[in-house]
């Protein structure tokens, strides 16, 4: 048989995904999954968005312009100047996705061999884009011990080479649910700037923040706007993970003329999605009071859950709306196979995401998981109740 690259070897496997084939077996067995393992909101998509696509009278479903839509980059730099973000839409590239808008810049900033700092635990696709690249990461560790707060300056600051193009952070973090400070943010940029390097902050997650906090996006930083580069997407916003729209900003013109030629290599963002996604942006400010309130119960009832479990560690996320918990055991992943083959209270059991597949640092996350709370509150406290009973099964194994 002809071989397989080095490269696609080398591509990582979703942390979850060797877990899937467990998940349909128990459920094949009758069981019934609950899955604390996946970022697909369950919330309703806006129903402008969805009635735009139904009541359009298209004719003839084109190509749109490779940049996107003229009108919905007009409509959503208005929307980015409500959130205090000044940028025009010749700043703003339509992509596939938020997925599509990271590999861009990764494309448009390093070469093979490149390095970009990363914060762990974080998003474990961010591994994928940089591998089928050739870009390297390199880890800077964040602790649950501070709820995954920026690392010291210094710690990344010893970590630059000669190869280092960028530091990429998500903000509010997944898989942390940390929302990055002011102050945070304004050290990461002092830092960029000494070193020349651009700072990449994927912000999908902007309108996911509690307790009174306030998203402070890399694009408000003055004096960042060689450097800033923001990726950004609909998925999560208007639960249309299904769209498939997101987008790369940046106030720096090279960059966006360079991702713009990665995008024509693939031509056009969807069109219908685009029709959908710009009708989002008429969605009222009461769609996201209600969700950001649905979160918040669903966070403090998994939280509270949570430490009633003796041995249970876990941070306070003030965004997004996952959380990693860390568990009185050695092997998370051995833990959450055996949750799904072996184990489960009266015919149900929970799927978890293993949060070693969140680091880079091997051995790092081993007796975490991340758990995502996009279920309802009463199915998020069942699975919670499922997992004490389960810790203490498979602590007395
Ligand atoms: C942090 C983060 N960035 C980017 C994405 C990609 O999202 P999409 O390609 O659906 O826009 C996700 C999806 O879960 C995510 O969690």
Redo the contacts with the bound molecule.
């Keep these: 048989m002809p071989a397989i690259s080095r490269k696609g070897q080398l591509m990582p496997e979703s942390p979850i995904r060797k877990l899937v084939p467990y998940a349909e077996d128990a459920k094949l067995r009758g069981i019934d999954v609950i899955h604390l393992n996946i970022?697909q909101p369950d919330i309703k998509t806006p129903k402008q968005a969805l009635d735009a696509v139904k009541n359009n009278t298209i004719e003839v479903l084109a190509y749109s312009r490779t940049e996107g839509s003229e009108t919905y980059r007009k409509k959503l730099s208005d929307y980015y100047e409500k959130q205090q973000i000044q940028v025009t839409h010749n700043d703003i590239l339509v992509t596939?996705?938020?997925?599509?808008?990271?590999s861009f810049a990764m494309g448009s900033i390093a070469d093979a061999q490149d390095e970009i700092i990363i914060p762990e635990p974080f998003?474990a696709?961010y591994n994928g884009f940089a591998t089928a690249m050739g870009i390297r990461v390199t880890p800077v560790l964040s602790r649950i011990e501070n709820n995954f707060a920026l690392p010291p300056i210094e710690e990344f600051e010893k970590l630059i080479t000669n190869k280092t193009r960028a530091i990429l952070i998500?903000n509010p973090?997944?898989p942390t649910g940390y929302l990055y400070t002011k102050t945070e943010i304004q050290k990461l940029a002092l830092l960029v700037k000494k070193y020349n390097l651009f700072l990449v902050a994927?912000e999908?997650?902007r309108e996911f923040t509690y307790d009174g906090k306030e998203h402070y996006s890399i694009l408000q930083e003055k004096g960042l706007e060689e450097h800033a580069i923001v990726?950004?997407?609909?998925?999560?916003r208007y639960s249309m993970?299904g769209a498939?729209?997101?987008c790369l900003v940046t106030k720096n013109k090279e960059v966006i003329k360079t991702a713009l030629k990665f995008a024509q290599a693939r031509l056009s963002p969807p069109t219908y999605a685009q029709i959908a996604s710009e009708a989002a942006l008429e969605t009222p400010p009461e769609y996201f009071k209600e969700v950001i309130e649905e979160y918040v119960e669903r966070r403090d009832l998994l939280i509270t859950e949570l430490n009633k479990i003796e041995g249970v560690i876990v941070g306070r996320p003030h965004g997004?709306f996952y959380c990693i918990a860390q568990l009185p055991i050695a092997d998370a992943d051995h833990f959450a196979q055996w949750l799904l083959e072996k184990y489960d209270l009266n015919g149900e059991t929970v799927m978890v995401a293993p949060a070693a597949g969140f680091y880079a640092t091997e051995g790092m996350g081993k007796n975490q998981i991340r758990i995502a709370y996009v279920l309802k509150k009463e199915r998020l406290k069942k699975a919670v109740q499922i997992l004490k009973e389960a810790l203490k099964t498979y602590r007395a194994l």
């Design positions: 970022g596939t996705g938020g997925s599509e808008a990271l998003y696709n998500c973090g997944n994927d999908v997650y990726i950004d997407s609909v998925s999560k993970c498939r729209i997101g997004a």
